[in-house]
């Protein structure tokens, strides 16, 4: 009864952020500048192939109708056509980079998780102690300074290793493994330092409830207190930080993909700014937002799983 | 020394740096008169030296020179998104809070759409679509503007979110029911009221925004976004120096540095006033 209304609610904010989502992209491309026929077309100006080229972008349908069709569209993976490669669909040009993209994101990800939760946890277990203290303000500035400037300073230190004698980090492309470190690095920054910092405050947060010391006074060990009762329950509001962790590193990603010159998702959509071909930034931007949404959704159903508790309220 | 000593000598720390930051922003191009835009052909991504304090980038232009003006825009853009943010976001959310009704519903539909996309990404598409035809029609100005415009509308919801909250609680307050007892309207209510009792809410939110709208113009301005030539930015700068930091990796550095320094001073600032809020 309860889980049901809590589904319902759920399913219901859900398609309304998915309109949001769509709305906002085809507005914002509805509104573009310029007419993007006449451009293609340069010089000749035959109207009758430029009102055929109209109808075929579907550019001389009232803008609901435009908007309907987009999102039927994009339902059946269909991200429309770009306006530089004359009948290229996007989906297409954006296809190229997306194994990229989510190999760069999928590292940065696992990389804040084993770098994350063990530093958050160790910094809870001995709150205040020395490591905690330098701990929690390493996390804190690799959170906040942003990552180009993270970026730059790794790239200096590379150049004086590589001077040294190390091995050479590429700072540019991508190919095997060597080219991944840099970018991954980078782009875990920000979600690492919000994941050390959260799963920090939810541990400590358990360590005070009166099961822990139930557990404390029947003599479990201090290993075993955080292991079995603190991080099995601080792991559940820890799922719920994947959302926003997720969405550090795709907007993350732009900035990495086009520092690094990693050929992804962000740097396709840069590289289309140039040349004006709108939709490949509009449908990359969108796919970009339904991403952190869909692993919003994981997020919740994960939670929903691991917590009976929630499913009453 | 006690808590709130130190606290205080760290607010009074990061205000005289974010104060000095502003003092260069605004009269630096005035005491240092180097025009950021002169290519020095001779002098290209130099190091420190007597001509070029900071050195110069690859196109032979100052670095001082251009990090004072790239320090203006940032400031400048943050500033007209914090306006915008206040205005907007707190006028909207306080009409929200104190209305309810349709005024509510719509101000807190609008929210949330803007809320449904992550971070930056709506201000990176609104500037990538917009940025040319902007800076063809209104130049260089426009184009900040435009930044501007793109950050403000991912960061009003917020501001309007807070402050609804605080005024849909200051409204069941007994010292409000008691007022409109004695007669008083809608507008007094607001203006003399509630106004005042949001306010530190809002210069609190507004001065921790700033660091985020910062990083953000950096950012558009790294992507290509922001300023457009002979204007700079410091994300742009960041970005050109990228290229040939295997020669000349200050030039990375310095841009790198004011950022941080500008972003963390902005952000003490506005922890300190929270903790006095």
Redesign the interface.
């Known amino acids: 009864m309860f889980f049901a209304q809590f589904v319902v609610r759920r399913l219901a904010s859900l398609v309304?952020?998915l309109f949001?989502?769509t709305?906002?992209?085809f507005i914002?491309?509805y509104?573009?500048?310029?007419d993007p026929v006449q451009a293609m077309m340069g010089a000749h100006r035959d109207p009758d192939t430029y009102a055929r080229l109209r109808h075929e972008y579907g550019l001389d349908r009232p803008w609901l109708e435009q908007y309907t069709g987009y999102v039927k569209g994009v339902l059946r993976g269909d991200l429309g056509k770009s306006y530089r490669y004359a009948g290229r669909p996007v989906w297409e040009l954006v296809q190229q980079g997306m194994g990229t993209s989510a190999a760069l994101g999928l590292a940065a990800l696992a990389v804040s998780l084993v770098i994350g939760l063990p530093v958050g946890v160790i910094a809870a277990a001995r709150a205040g102690s020395t490591f905690d203290r330098l701990s929690m303000i390493v996390m804190l500035a690799i959170f906040?300074?942003?990552s180009?400037?993270i970026?730059?300073?790794l790239?200096?230190a590379q150049?004086t290793l590589f001077k040294a004698g190390l091995p050479n980090l590429p700072?540019s492309g991508w190919g095997e493994l060597r080219f991944w470190v840099l970018p991954v690095v980078v782009l875990s920054g920000a979600s690492t330092g919000y994941m050390a910092r959260l799963t920090r405050s939810t541990v400590l947060e358990t360590l005070d409830a009166d099961y822990i010391r139930t557990a404390r006074a029947k003599g479990a060990t201090p290993g075993r207190v955080l292991v079995r009762h603190a991080l099995r329950n601080a792991l559940i509001p820890i799922v719920t930080v994947l959302g926003p962790s997720v969405?550090?590193v795709?907007?993350g990603s732009?900035?990495v993909e086009?520092?690094f010159r990693v050929p992804g998702v962000g740097f396709i959509?840069?590289q289309s700014?140039g040349t004006?071909d709108?939709p490949v930034?509009?449908s990359v931007?969108l796919l970009?937002?339904l991403t952190?949404?869909l692993m919003n959704v994981l997020a919740d159903v994960a939670y929903t799983m691991l917590d009976p508790r929630i499913r009453t309220t | 020394m006690n808590a709130s000593r130190l606290d205080r000598r760290a607010l009074i720390l990061s205000a005289s740096v974010l104060g000095v930051l502003i003092v260069l922003a605004v009269l630096g191009p005035f005491i240092y008169t180097v025009d950021p835009a002169h290519a020095d052909v001779n002098n290209l991504r130099a190091w420190p030296s007597a001509a070029h304090p900071l050195g110069s980038d690859d196109l032979g232009r100052d670095t001082l020179a251009r990090l004072l003006s790239g320090l203006r825009v940032s400031l400048a853009v943050a500033f007209v998104v914090e306006a915008f943010t206040v205005i907007v976001g707190a006028g909207l959310g306080l009409a929200a809070g104190y209305f309810g009704g349709l005024v509510d519903f719509l101000v807190s539909r609008a929210a949330d759409m803007l809320f449904a996309f992550p971070g930056l990404l709506l201000a990176i598409l609104i500037s990538a679509v917009f940025g040319a035809s902007v800076g063809a029609f209104a130049g260089g100005a426009g184009r900040l503007l435009l930044v501007s415009g793109s950050l403000a509308i991912v960061g009003w919801p917020l501001m309007a979110r807070y402050v609804r909250g605080q005024t849909l609680s200051l409204k069941e307050r007994a010292f409000i029911e008691s007022t409109r007892a004695l007669g008083a309207g809608d507008g007094e209510l607001i203006g003399r009221h509630i106004l005042p009792n949001v306010l530190g809410l809002v210069i609190v939110s507004a001065t921790l925004d700033v660091a985020g709208v910062v990083v953000g113009e950096a950012t558009l301005g790294l992507l290509g976004l922001s300023a457009q030539p002979p204007q700079t930015s410091l994300g742009k700068m960041i970005a050109e120096a990228f290229r040939y930091i295997t020669l000349n990796w200050l030039q990375v550095f310095f841009p790198s540095l004011a950022l941080t320094i500008l972003v963390l001073s902005v952000s003490f600032v506005g922890d300190e006033l929270r903790k006095r809020a």
């Not at chain 1, 509104?31 to 310029?34: I, M, R, S, T």
């Open positions: 309304f952020v949001s989502i709305f906002l992209t914002v491309g509104l573009a500048p310029g906040s300074i942003p180009f400037v970026a730059g300073v790239q200096i150049v700072t969405a550090f795709v907007v732009f900035v086009n520092v959509a840069v700014i004006r709108y930034i509009q931007t970009l937002a952190v949404v």
